[in-house]
């Protein structure tokens, strides 16, 4: 059975930062490209960023590309999601995904239960 645990969100400002983590269990984590997808209140899911199983290649989407990176450490089983000068528009549910591909977002039931970010003033 696949589980993701995310951690690390909270509440920031404007500009602060904020590193969310998921650690990965069931499956052999190595194995798998992962991902974060987000979803803002009221909104659709969108897919923030993903990492190649070796962890050589990522993708981001051009609303974080710049300010989020994305990493792993396959020897811990965890996915990072460092995010840096947050804007109030990054405010989401995020959700550690495992994915096929890392330009995709992958079917809902390889996502985890989320950690929700919130960026206000």
């Known amino acids: 059975e696949v589980q993701l645990v995310e951690s690390g969100g909270g509440m920031v400002q404007p500009g602060g930062s904020l590193r969310l983590s998921c650690v990965a269990s069931?499956?052999?984590?190595?194995?798998?490209?992962m991902g974060w997808v987000r979803q803002p209140p009221g909104k659709g899911p969108e897919w923030v960023s993903g990492i190649t199983s070796t962890g050589i290649t990522q993708y981001y989407a051009d609303s974080v590309k710049g300010r989020f990176t994305i990493s792993r450490d396959n020897a811990k089983n965890t996915l990072y999601l460092q995010m840096n000068n947050m804007k109030p528009e990054d405010t989401a549910l995020y959700h550690c995904?495992?994915?096929?591909?890392?330009?995709?977002?992958?079917?809902?039931?390889?996502w985890g239960p989320g950690t929700q970010v919130t960026v206000s003033s």
């Open positions: 995904a495992r994915a096929q591909f890392i330009f995709t977002i992958p079917q809902r039931n390889n």
């Open positions: 069931g499956f052999t984590f190595s194995d798998y490209a």
